[in-house]
């Protein structure tokens, strides 16, 4: 892994050749390396006077950002210079929430969480295993192979404006990935199992958010297997690692929650729209540009929604008809929301539509988690 994310301290985007040709290989190339600056620097040379080059949205000048983004990791964040501030902002503790709950889910779903200190300190453990560390070394590994097409869609992110320096976001990597490593074991020896099973989740689930960002695989260039990886690390992973901790994985809820992971398929789906012109510029197959953004919208819908029916329909069928109706009543507002706000403009109602629908999507984990440990 050293290996892949050595590089050279200074990378510039080269000029296009031939404007009118497709490429889809990446347009991006090394230049002399400088020993005089250690901050990794990306800047858009000058190009023929034919050629149209994509708008970088939502630029984000120091004096209109906002520090709470900023902190949060979000669009419109404020320029900022505090390395630890920095730091945070690269680990998006915005994402942070769904995996926190994925592991209250599991905890939930295992039928052996009990309200006492030793299980709440377990669950705040595993919490914070698969929250700050885990999903910060994920962000982090995920911003540095972006850097190139955050040059395009997002200039003032951190690593492309060289905010932060190539080894300060390499060992930020590590620290996070040997930390949430280091407390998966510690809790497999607190449950006394056997079998370090929180452990290898947690290996396996590094390995994802690996080969997810990273090439030569680098699975998020397919809009199909790339969120649905995506989808499976927000929410089966978490909730495993927490019904692991507090009883035991079955077969059925490894299916149940894989079935979930298709909802989660679609909300990756949201975030890909903001990224239409660097994914098309390099090649990245994302569903809104295979497929357009018309197209894509009504996939995303289709993949949260019949995703959640078919839950719904599962517990019906397993005989848990009031667990199946609150399902399907938290279903209705984020329908609601999906008119109101992300089929009529996906990226200008991203963050919005997102901020609205997906408390009832979290709702309605925590239901069927409910209802799988009764």
């Known amino acids: 892994m050293a290996s892949v994310l050595n590089t050279v301290p200074s990378l510039r985007l080269s000029n296009f050749n031939n404007t009118n040709r497709v490429r889809t290989r990446q347009v991006f190339t090394p230049s002399p390396v400088s020993f005089t600056r250690r901050r990794l620097t990306i800047r858009a040379t000058e190009t023929d006077a034919n050629e149209v080059t994509p708008e970088a949205p939502d630029k984000a000048p120091a004096a209109a950002g906002s520090s709470f983004n900023q902190l949060l990791g979000i669009k419109g964040a404020a320029q900022e210079t505090n390395i630890w501030k920095i730091r945070l902002q690269l680990t998006k503790p915005v994402t942070w929430p769904p995996l926190v709950w994925g592991v209250v889910c599991g905890a939930a779903a295992s039928g ?111 809009g199909w297997i790339g969120n649905f990886a995506l989808g499976a690390s927000y929410i089966s992973l978490p909730w495993w690692a927490g019904q692991a901790l507090f009883g035991t994985l079955t077969p059925d809820i490894i299916v149940l929650t894989t079935l979930y992971s298709i909802a ?25 540009v295979a497929f357009g953004e018309e197209t894509a919208k009504w996939i995303c819908v289709g993949a949260i929604d019949i995703t959640q029916i078919s839950v719904a329909g599962y517990l019906l069928g397993a005989g848990k008809p009031y667990y199946a109706l609150a399902l399907l009543a938290l279903i209705i507002p984020q329908v609601i929301f999906q008119f109101q706000y992300f089929l009529k403009d996906p990226v200008k109602y991203d963050v919005k539509y997102q901020a609205s629908a997906q408390p009832f999507l979290v709702l309605g984990l925590l239901v069927t988690a409910l209802a799988t440990s009764h």
């Not at 377990?122 to 962000?139: D, E, N, R």
């Not at 990935?177 to 590094?206: N, Q």
């Not at 989660?264 to 569903?287: P, Y």
Request: negative net charge.
């Open 112 to 222: 052996n969480f009990h309200w006492n200190v030793e299980d709440v300190a377990k669950a705040i453990v595993c919490m914070m295993m698969s929250g700050p560390f885990l999903t910060g070394y994920t962000q982090t590994l995920n911003d540095w192979y972006d850097r190139e097409i955050d040059a395009i869609n997002e200039p003032y992110r951190p690593i492309p404006s060289g905010a932060i320096s190539e080894n300060e976001v390499i060992t930020q990597i590590w620290l996070l990935l040997l930390g949430g490593l280091g407390l998966a074991g510690l809790l497999d020896v607190w449950a006394g199992h056997d079998f370090p099973i929180v452990f290898y989740l947690a290996l396996g689930g590094s390995l994802l958010s690996y080969i997810y960002s990273a090439p030569p695989l680098k699975l998020k260039q397919n």
């Open 264 to 288: 989660g398929l679609g909300i990756a789906i949201v975030n890909d729209f903001k990224s239409i012109e660097g994914d098309r510029e390099l090649g990245l197959q994302s569903l809104p």
